[in-house]
């Protein structure tokens, strides 16, 4: 091997051993990647039982398209709305209190978990808390 080849790999390595140090720091101290809703920018949470989809939302190191339901008077709920099974978004249902993929009819509870298939894999669900007028999503 010549000095060319050997200084271009040792930096290589130095240069993704300095990345890992990033990944683990974040890791180790439980740096979350968040978001923030600002509630009032959405009407249909104003009510119990409102729900709003919300598309293109970068949350950790991907884009997601999410649906945040208000569960009580102080509590919400945020899920993925992108379903495992043919990747359509879901619709939440407050009557049944469910979310419906419309592409194939598989249902999901308010845990995201499936209920009905010919899905197998449940919706993502988001750490969420209420801060005041926003909403903290966390990845």
Known sequence: ???????????????GIFGMGF???????????????????????EKVGGSKLIKDIEIGSQTDNIIVVRKKEDEFVVFSAICRHKKCNVKYKNEKSLFVCPCHGSTYDMDGKVQKGPSTTDILKYKSERKGDKLIVYA
């Open 23 to 45: 990944t683990a720091k974040k890791a180790l101290l439980g740096e979350n990647e968040k978001f923030e809703i600002l509630i009032k920018d959405y009407p249909e949470l």
């Open 1 to 15: 091997m010549i000095r060319r080849q050997f200084l271009l790999r040792m930096a290589t390595a130095c240069a």
